[in-house]
């Protein structure tokens, strides 16, 4: 199979990359479907535009992102066939075709799962089905088991999905560069020139190293500044809150002003409809958020302005060993009036698991990153950076707790702590 | 609070031990599959199916001191045991765990091992393609294990009385 060219290569400018080429008509066409533009719709760092309003960036803008440096790391491998490259490549553009609106908290409250979204999407009755199955009737099963990491060629996975990939180098570049942060770069350049083929995954040239070490170091860095920022987490709790508080609603047959039909497939128990789950998109979800403010359900209503107009629930460190202030505080939020279910919430890292570096010793599942050495023999990188071994394996534990500071009583800051 | 810590604690404090960070995975995955009310997102890896989630929880768990972790030499490579203390079974007295009738099924998954369970919870992940697509899947992802069709045959079987003692 011999992949079609477009007539003259097209390009995209992007602010990280400078430019995306795309040659394969299969990817132009790509960029094309319903499915794909839905992406344009759905920030990539969902709430975190609350702490770092630059982050208003989209998983379209990602998703190619990750497709050019996919491109670029491709163009070099020639034990690659041109099928196979074009496998990469559109394994790269669709992989996070699955997500939708705040999925994060999304999946958490309604239990769905991006991953299982976007292989129904690849495999299920849509145009990207239709535009990959031009290639072969197979090919939409492929690439959907590349991105579910499940495709015999563990090298083609490993360029998606291991420790240092093309998905985590762009998120990391691209998240940075609209966070305004200076954490997340590092030398792709030097990374991507130094790239060649181990065995089973892609190695990296020893001379590149402190590239390496530094694409690490941005990835801690991004989490605890970032990802983990404890504004974002709180603007997160008010979500998850608010989704919960519709769906009960909903179950006890609530009468809504304005009935949110894109979301009762997700507050019912059953699977959702791939067309449902299509529909729904941030501005939607939004729309409803904005709508709920007017509700006469005054749980709902205050959350939903507290979402809107950035109103979040302040925090304070907790040491989960005290755990009887936990209950001592339930007792307080109700004899305040304020219901705990949705104004009192523990968080913790492994709600957003920080994936840090892991050296891939024995019984660990992920593939460690591997120096090639100048006489041909390959290194576990840890063993041969001091930087990486300081913080690979290392856990930083982050507790908090979440509460709306304006309504609560003297005795409830009293056992909390705060003046 | 730490509701889902609190299920792997139930977990630990049921069966006593579990030796092995792959054998507590699997474990969780296909009791969840079982549809015990385990929340975590898990993804296929090296051995399976694996959530990170769950290593995070673990490793919190350790650290609040309530399971001990000890890693346990076993000539070329080691192992790590978990098991409960009484710190976690004091806090375990302050949460409500439902996981059901949870022990008897993972008794029986405890006392297999490692191995067989990352085989079993492959079958799971795959259930819903056809039997020979997963044996070809497993031959060709879990190529180095060596599964004969024998154990595959065994893990269908597991999965079936599985299935029907829940």
Same mark, same amino acid.
């Given at each position: ?419 | ?39 975590? #997102? ?46 976690? #079974? ?40 056809? #039997? ?30 599985? #299935?029907?003692?829940?």
């Amino acid at each position: 199979m011999t992949p079609t060219l477009l007539e003259e290569e097209k390009v995209f400018k992007d602010p990280v990359h400078r430019y995306i080429h795309v040659r394969y008509k299969t990817i132009w066409d790509l960029i094309d479907t319903p499915e794909f533009q839905r992406l344009r719709r759905i920030r990539q760092l969902g709430t975190t535009m609350f702490t770092f309003h630059g982050a208003e960036h989209s998983r379209f803008n990602h998703s190619l992102g990750v497709y050019e440096i996919m491109r670029r790391i491709v163009t070099k491998l020639e034990v690659l066939t041109e099928e196979e490259r074009l496998l990469c490549l559109c394994s790269a553009l669709l992989h996070d075709v699955g997500h939708g609106p705040f999925s994060h908290t999304f999946e958490k409250v309604f239990k769905t799962d991006h991953e299982e979204w976007t292989r129904r999407i690849i495999e299920g009755e849509t145009e990207i089905r239709r535009v990959l199955s031009e290639v072969s009737a197979d090919f939409p099963k492929k690439v959907s088991e590349v991105i579910g990491k499940t495709y015999p060629n563990k090298m083609i996975v490993s360029l998606i999905s291991s420790q240092i990939d093309a998905d985590r180098m762009d998120y990391l570049l691209r998240d940075a560069y609209y966070t305004g942060v200076n954490y997340g770069n590092f030398d792709i350049e030097r990374i991507l020139r130094l790239m060649r083929p181990a065995e089973e995954q892609i190695a990296i040239k020893y001379s590149g190293m402190h590239a390496v070490e530094d694409y690490i170091v941005s990835r801690y860095q991004m989490y605890w500044q970032v990802y983990f920022h404890p504004v974002t987490r709180s603007a997160e709790v008010i979500l998850k809150k608010l989704f919960q508080r519709a769906k009960l609603l909903y179950d006890c047959n609530y009468h809504f002003r304005i009935f949110p039909e894109p979301l009762v497939p997700f507050f019912k128990d059953g699977p959702a409809k791939l067309r449902q789950y299509l529909d729904l998109d941030e501005a939607t979800v939004i729309y409803y958020i904005r709508e709920w403010k007017r509700e006469e359900d005054t749980i709902l209503s205050d959350l939903a302005e507290r979402f809107m107009n950035r109103r979040l629930f302040k925090y304070i460190q907790y040491q989960p060993l005290d755990y009887l202030m936990w209950t001592d505080l339930q007792g307080l939020f109700e004899d305040a009036g304020l219901d705990p279910a949705y104004y009192l919430e523990f968080d913790s890292p492994s709600d957003l698991p920080y994936d840090f570096y892991r050296s891939g010793e024995e019984e660990e599942e992920r593939l460690p990153i591997l120096l090639l050495m100048p006489d041909g023999s390959l290194e576990e990188l840890s063993r041969k950076s001091d930087i990486v071994q300081s913080i690979s394996g290392k856990r930083r534990f982050d507790h908090k707790l979440y509460f709306p500071e304006d309504r609560i009583t003297d005795e409830i800051r009293k056992r909390l702590g705060v003046n | 609070m730490l509701t889902e810590h609190a299920k792997v604690l139930y977990l630990l404090d049921t069966l006593g031990e579990i030796v092995g960070r792959k054998k507590l995975q699997k474990m969780v995955y296909i009791s969840q599959k079982l549809k015990f009310d385990f929340n975590q #997102r898990f993804q296929f890896h090296f051995y399976g199916p694996y959530s990170e989630e769950l290593t995070v929880m673990t490793e919190e768990l350790c650290e609040l001191g309530f399971i001990e972790e000890n890693q346990q030499d076993k000539g070329n490579y080691s192992v790590y045991q978990y098991a409960i203390t009484e710190k976690g #079974r004091d806090f375990l007295h302050h949460v409500h765990v439902n996981l059901g009738n949870i022990l008897p099924i993972a008794s029986k998954l405890n006392d297999s091992s490692s191995r067989f369970l990352e085989l079993l919870s492959t079958v799971f992940y795959f259930e819903q393609l056809s #039997r020979e697509e997963v044996e070809e899947k497993i031959f060709t992802l879990k190529a180095k294990s060596n599964y004969s069709h024998g154990e595959i045959s065994e893990a269908y079987r597991w999965l079936q009385e599985l #299935r029907q003692s829940c």
